[in-house]
């Protein structure tokens, strides 16, 4: 500690300027709470700003808890019912900041994410709660009912201490497992964390297959194991595949499964490649896959599946079944994923268990909150992870 000097006392501390940390800072500062938000970047709200390639998918109009995971898939109910999708859209028109929807509910800034960080650094600023960015937390300690929190910049005393540091995804935006070291520290039990919302590297014969086309896209339905589907887009990449749906299944993808792509979501009779027959046998393969499929994608998979292009006639009924079935329902093992590099969010973290549903707070540690991405919810892509961190952000706000 240094020279004796007296530490500066606070009601709150919050360390973690991103999303939940902007958000309880503000509504906790409403209340006339001295609240200090901490933060070792020299910006806040980092991955607001990079979220939704610059224009922040803030949230989602169709919101429900059945969009999340997490170990107990009732904790994220109370918050995300007591402050909505709704009153999210409410404070964005109160600050004029233009949106849209882009598809499935996601809206999005019509100009550029800073109209979002910018909106919740005024909310801070109007309401009194200060952000001290640039500070690394060295110490925390609790004693006589207060966190002591040894940083970079001095001594801070604080009767209550939220933890809003996010997961481990995206380190080169300064992502560490600050706040899962943080709630070990004070007994909490943390669940096994991996990367989420984050494509998928393929096995180097499909890999070899698949690379050419990168850069191409394809409606698809993916489906997991488990059963769990999602309707959008897939890309080929150098590495292996991304895109929406891709992301979406990554999240309930365990390693060493394959997963089930319809390459041909909008064609749900079996008997199609027979149909095409029946119409004009002379025709190959390729072209009639060409017709229903980006001719690249079609060459490749065929190719991959070691089709010869030849004449439809050629076939036989059983021959065109298969392929109609393997299009619809065509199996690939991923070798893994991008990993927390590329992955949007962290799966897993602080055990909902340990937590309070309606105020954020530890059960066993007096005055230690846990919001955001660093507790076990993870969202659905389309804004559903911001909707958590400011819904979690304000429950924990309104009981500090």
């Known amino acids: 500690m240094t020279s004796g000097k007296q530490p500066e006392l606070v009601d709150v501390a919050i360390i973690g300027a991103g999303a939940a940390g902007l958000m309880c800072a503000a509504e906790a500062a409403k209340k006339g709470l001295t609240v200090v938000l901490l933060d070792h970047a020299k910006q806040a709200g980092k991955k607001i700003l990079i979220s939704g390639g610059g224009r922040c998918n803030f949230t989602n109009y169709y919101v429900e808890p059945n969009a999340y995971l997490s170990a107990n898939p009732h904790f994220c109910k109370s918050a995300l019912s007591r402050y909505t999708q709704w009153d999210f859209i409410a404070l964005v028109d109160k600050h004029q900041i233009p949106y849209h929807e882009k598809t499935l509910g996601q809206l999005f800034c019509d100009d550029s994410a800073k109209d979002i960080v910018n909106m919740l650094l005024s909310e801070c600023q109007q309401a009194g709660a200060e952000i001290r960015l640039r500070t690394a937390i060295e110490q925390v300690d609790f004693a006589n009912e207060r966190y002591q929190l040894t940083t970079s910049t001095g001594v801070l005393s604080a009767s209550k201490l939220v933890i809003a540091t996010g997961g481990l ?232």
């Open 169 to 400: 995804s995206m380190p080169k935006l300064g992502a560490t497992s600050f706040g899962f070291d943080i709630a070990r520290q004070f007994g909490l039990q943390v669940l096994p964390t991996r990367a989420g919302l984050v494509p998928f590297t393929l096995q180097p014969a499909d890999k070899a297959c698949f690379e050419s086309i990168s850069g191409v896209s394809a409606p698809t339905v993916i489906e997991s194991l488990a059963g769990v589907s999602f309707k959008e887009n897939l890309l080929f990449t150098h590495r292996g595949l991304s895109g929406p749906a891709v992301l979406q299944i990554s999240s309930y993808w365990q390693e060493g499964e394959a997963i089930l792509i319809n390459l041909l979501p909008d064609h749900n009779d079996e008997q199609w490649l027979l149909n095409e027959r029946h119409k004009n046998g002379e025709r190959t393969i390729k072209t009639v896959l060409s017709e229903v499929l980006a001719k690249r994608v079609a060459e490749q998979w065929l190719g991959h599946q070691q089709v010869d292009n030849k004449p439809l006639k050629q076939f036989d009924d059983k021959q065109l079944l298969a392929l109609a079935q393997r299009l619809a329902r065509w199996p690939i093992k991923p070798s893994g994923t991008e990993g927390y590099r590329t992955a949007e969010v962290t799966l897993g973290g602080v055990d909902t268990n340990e937590l309070s549903s309606k105020t954020m707070e530890s059960k066993k540690q007096p005055g230690l909150y846990f919001i955001g991405e660093v507790v076990d919810v993870t969202g659905w892509l389309g804004g559903y992870n911001f909707q958590w961190a400011w819904s979690s952000g304000w429950a924990c706000a309104q009981a500090l």
